[in-house]
């Protein structure tokens, strides 16, 4: 039977039970035999009902309920770096950041330069240390860094105030007086050209829509330029509402990307329920007026302090794996998932005896990621001259896996595996994206079909000096306060392993079956 004859013969049923079923009901009505009355009005019709999209979950998305990748023959040596054994790291960095949200900071996260970014180099001292690494700490003072003190935004209509409460100003945005300012809103959708023509925004308060592309970071707003659009109409304040469901607060770059320019008006990030708020004010007719508040400030002098964690090998040549601690909110992807992979990684090699280890180790927690350069990585860049030539490989363990995550209608829904990850790996020879891709593939850690251009972590500063490897991913609670329970057991155990495997086979191989010529990469 076709598809269609089978749709017809399903029409055909449900045409003859409602009609068997209005006969029945005409019968049971006139072997009654009652008094007919007047016909009765005809009921109004029901409201309609919000049509479902997604059923109740039929399991508790947990660790034991993940797609874990099985072990594959002949890779035993790997079995210690299981997922679960790591998860603890993350859970307890996630902690540090709680506790600075409970301290009552508007800001909060393991932000560099505070109690709670040092608290998390801490604890990497202290697993360096009882992993048996000969840990060394080093203290950089920051480029003058912007941190924002306080800020409150509300939005009043006819006799009506909401406080918005998920604004959250964007990186290096400038603040206000301590009046603050007041402007009308108006709502321009998602900023194209198109939308901006003919309207005049200057001196009012911008709302834009903008899209996760693919994660809060990322959005249609500042890829598009609605953001800029804004700036340069002369906005007094901007707003983009992400399109995320729900009411998340996410921290977002500025219109300079992650350059040092500031906004040149105060400019924020707002969840999707404020910013739908706001909409439905202006659309009932409403003089809808925004007042914007924030006090920011320049910080000199901080000096955070960076973690070395060293294993002898039987050589002087060097691999080289960074994981950076600090974070924006709970930071559980970015950059917990990371810490917890090299984490995991300097313990397997500790216990490996120093002679099967040709290259020395080293194990490194940097500074000023989010706030500023990463300083301690300049450094190394323009200081450690001797040791970039005998260097075999650096990995950046940086936001390294997340929870699949599909848009459904108006649902954001989880799924049970890992995600698939962009990746750069470049800077050696053709053997070097040989070993990183089968690695990958035996740990059943998916990638992207294409790599991107360039590193965009904190192998940025350090690629074009030895062979580099980093796999990334975010997704749409990256930067934001809904980050935490997003990291998979399976997927840190995954990436941890084929990493070591990574290691192990380019310590097979001497460095100039690594290294590519000078000016030179090979990657994919």
């Known amino acids: 039977m076709t598809r269609t004859t089978w749709y017809r013969a399903r029409l055909l049923v449900t045409l003859l039970a409602a009609v068997a079923a209005g006969a029945c009901s005409e019968a049971r009505s006139e072997a009654k035999s009652e008094p007919k009355s007047e016909p009765a009005q005809a009921p109004a019709a029901p409201a309609e009902t919000p049509r479902p999209v997604l059923g109740s979950p039929i399991y508790e998305l947990n660790d034991s309920t993940y797609i874990r990748w099985p072990l594959p023959a002949g890779a035993e040596r790997y079995a210690d770096l299981q997922g679960p054994s790591m998860m603890p790291y993350v859970n307890t960095l996630v902690g540090i950041s709680e506790r600075s949200r409970k301290d009552g900071h508007q800001w909060w996260g393991r932000v560099t330069g505070t109690p709670y970014h040092e608290d998390a180099q801490k604890f990497v001292a202290e697993r360096f240390r009882a992993a048996g690494l000969d840990t060394r700490t080093q203290t950089f003072e920051l480029e003058p860094s912007w941190y924002p003190k306080s800020w409150s935004v509300s939005a009043t209509g006819e006799s009506k105030t909401l406080a918005l409460k998920t604004a959250h100003p964007v990186l290096r945005s400038v603040g206000t007086s301590n009046d603050g300012i007041e402007a009308d809103a108006v709502y321009v959708g998602l900023g194209s050209k198109a939308e901006f023509l003919n309207r005049d925004v200057k001196g009012k308060a911008v709302f834009i829509y903008s899209i996760p592309q693919p994660s809060a970071l990322r959005h249609s707003a500042a890829i598009e330029g609605a953001m800029g659009r804004a700036h340069d109409a002369g906005a007094a304040a901007v ?108 313990e397997h090699f500790a216990v490996v005896p120093r002679a099967e280890r040709k290259r020395t180790m080293t194990f490194l927690a940097p500074v000023g990621h989010h706030v500023t350069n990463d300083i301690s990585l300049v450094w190394m860049r323009e200081q450690m001259k001797e040791f970039w030539p005998k260097t075999a490989l650096i990995i950046n363990c940086e936001h390294v896996t997340t929870t ?49 251009i360039r590193p965009t972590g904190d192998l940025s500063p350090l690629r074009e000096l030895a062979p580099g490897i980093e796999v990334i991913e975010s997704n749409e609670f990256y930067h934001s306060d809904m980050d935490v329970n997003t990291v998979p057991a399976a997927g840190l155990e995954g990436i941890a392993r084929a990493y070591a495997k990574i290691i192990d086979e380019v310590n097979r191989l001497p460095l100039s079956a690594l290294r590519a010529a000078p000016n030179a990469t090979a990657s994919r």
Request: zero cysteines.
């Open 239 to 346: 707003f983009m509402v992400l399109g995320i469901p729900g009411n998340v607060t996410t921290q977002l770059w500025g219109t300079g990307g992650e350059s040092q320019r500031p906004t040149p008006v105060p400019t924020f990030s707002l969840g999707l329920d404020d910013g739908l708020a706001v909409r439905e004010m202006i659309e009932a007719g409403n003089h809808v007026r925004i007042k914007v508040r924030m006090d920011t400030e320049t910080r000199r002098g901080v000096k955070p302090t960076a973690v070395f964690g060293v294993l002898p090998g039987a050589t002087d040549e060097n691999v080289l794996v960074l994981a950076h601690t600090d974070a924006l909110f709970q930071g559980a992807v970015d950059n917990a998932s990371g810490v917890a992979v090299m984490l995991g990684l300097a």
């Open 404 to 452: 699949s995550m599909y848009r459904f209608d108006r649902a954001l829904v989880r799924a049970n595996s890992a995600t698939g990850h962009r990746f750069w790996v470049g800077g050696g020879t053709r053997q070097v994206p040989d070993i990183f891709f089968k690695a990958f593939m035996e740990f059943g850690v998916a990638l992207y079909e294409a790599p991107q």
